[in-house]
């Protein structure tokens, strides 16, 4: 079983810049493949950004190249670094971790967009 929490989320400027952090307890954190989808009322559940147990990561290309997706095991701890931020960019943001046929995810953190 894993737990996920998601924060950092909140209301930035179109440019700015916002880290969002993903805490997990309860499970061998390392093993999950982990990522971030993101979902605002327009439209279905995304995929922003994943990375595997090996650190292999991919991203969706409306965020390639202005968002850092990493990992820190010790801490049982992802991140999202998302800079250049778009108004077009706001939706909530959850946090998922998978492996075989285990699937969790967190409550969602909002990121607002906006002047």
């Known amino acids: 079983q894993v737990q996920l929490v998601e924060s950092g989320g909140g209301l930035v400027q179109p440019g700015g810049s916002l880290r969002l952090s993903c805490a997990a307890s309860g499970s061998i954190f390392s093993m999950y493949a982990v990522g971030w989808y993101r979902q605002s009322p327009e439209k279905q559940r995304e995929l922003v950004a994943d990375?595997?147990?090996?650190?292999?990561?991919n991203y969706a290309h409306s965020v390639k190249g202005r968002s850092t997706i990493d990992r820190d095991n010790a801490k049982k701890t992802m991140y999202l670094q998302m800079n250049s931020l778009k108004p077009e960019d706001t939706a909530v943001y959850y946090c998922n971790a998978h492996y075989g046929l285990m699937d969790y995810w967190g409550k969602g953190t909002l990121v607002t967009v906006s002047s």
């Open positions: 990375i595997t147990s090996g650190g292999r990561t």
